[in-house]
């Protein structure tokens, strides 16, 4: 998997909405849950494609009827 190289112009136009927002708290707080958010998921998308072991989910059973009609 090729990592894409970082690019300084997404952190400065981050940075410039920041001090666009720093008058507005509420909006603020949003758009650094937004940047938190966003980081996670790309962190978590890079390291499931990386793994080479097969991703096991877990075996759920449905809830079946106790009922003696069925």
Not at 4 to 10: A, G, I
Not at 19 to 40: A, K, R, Y
Not at 46 to 66: A, G, R
């Amino acid at each position: 998997m090729e990592i894409e190289k970082l690019d300084v112009s997404n952190i400065i136009e981050i940075q410039k909405i920041r001090q666009v927002l720093i008058n507005h708290p509420d909006l603020l707080s949003m758009f650094e849950l937004l940047v938190v958010m966003s980081n996670n998921r790309l962190n978590n998308d890079c390291k499931i494609i990386d793994k080479t072991e097969p991703v096991i989910e877990p075996n759920i059973e449905p809830n079946l009827s106790d009922d003696d009609d069925d």
